[in-house]
């Protein structure tokens, strides 16, 4: 069973529509949730952390949103520059004093003009 | 700064071959961890590496090893490479909590 679920696997929206991307995890602690964005060939670039349930961030056009079972990103008036694929990873608690990331399959973003 | 520096940006090599990446984190960070990431798929945890030593290892075959040298930079090796090796490969450095990605390295095996 997949530990975290992105949804949908692809997304299009004209310039200005507003959509939310969705990320639902399972894991038994949660130390953090990481949103990161990905160009074509190009490394995640870090968006944002959420480490409990109500915590809200935003930057520019994006909003991400935790509650104990999923996060959203909301995206405000999209440009094209947007054009992205959007990866959510969860972070878990564990007692051997190390964690690592556990992505998604991320969601595919087009914005057209 | 600098960001996170991975080398080469891409590698054509042979089925049975192997291969050597390398990684350089941004100054100041200590850990260094190696994702794989397969095409259409987020990216898969390889190893963890934190003051040179080994802290965590993700379900990857023998074939793969890593190590931190002194100056915190980094090499991962796959040995024996197969077909399905070809992939992103990424490093990240981390501080704090923040994981800070490489642009990644491509590896195509032919």
């Known amino acids: 069973e997949d530990q975290v679920t992105q949804s949908p696997e692809a997304l299009r929206l004209q310039e200005g529509e507003s959509s939310s991307l969705n990320c639902s995890y399972t894991v038994s602690g949660l130390r953090g949730l990481f949103w990161y964005r990905q160009d074509p060939g190009k490394g995640p670039e870090f968006l944002f952390t959420?480490?409990?349930a109500g915590e809200e961030k935003e930057k520019e056009r994006l909003k991400a949103t935790l509650t104990k079972k999923e996060s959203f990103l909301h995206i405000t008036a999209p440009k094209p520059e947007d054009s992205a694929t959007y990866l959510c990873a969860v972070q878990e608690r564990t007692g051997s004093g190390y964690s690592t990331l556990t992505f998604g399959k991320g969601t595919m973003l087009l914005v057209s003009p | 700064d600098a960001g996170v520096t991975q080398s080469p940006t891409h590698l054509i090599k042979t089925r049975g071959q192997h291969v050597t990446l390398r990684c350089s984190p941004i100054?100041?960070?200590?850990?260094v961890s190696w994702y794989q990431q397969v095409l259409g798929q987020g990216p898969q945890f390889i190893f963890q590496?934190?003051?040179?030593?080994?802290?965590g290892r993700g379900n990857f075959p023998d074939r793969f090893s890593a190590r931190q040298f002194p100056n915190y930079s980094s090499e991962l090796n796959v040995n024996a490479l197969l077909l399905g090796d070809s992939a992103l490969y990424l490093c990240?450095?981390?501080?704090?909590?923040?994981?800070?990605f490489g642009s990644g390295t491509r590896l195509t095996v032919v």
């Open positions: 990240a450095s981390s501080l704090d909590n923040r994981y800070t």
């Open positions: 590496y934190y003051e040179k030593e080994e802290r």
């Open positions: 959420l480490y409990s």
């Open positions: 100054s100041g960070h200590k850990s």
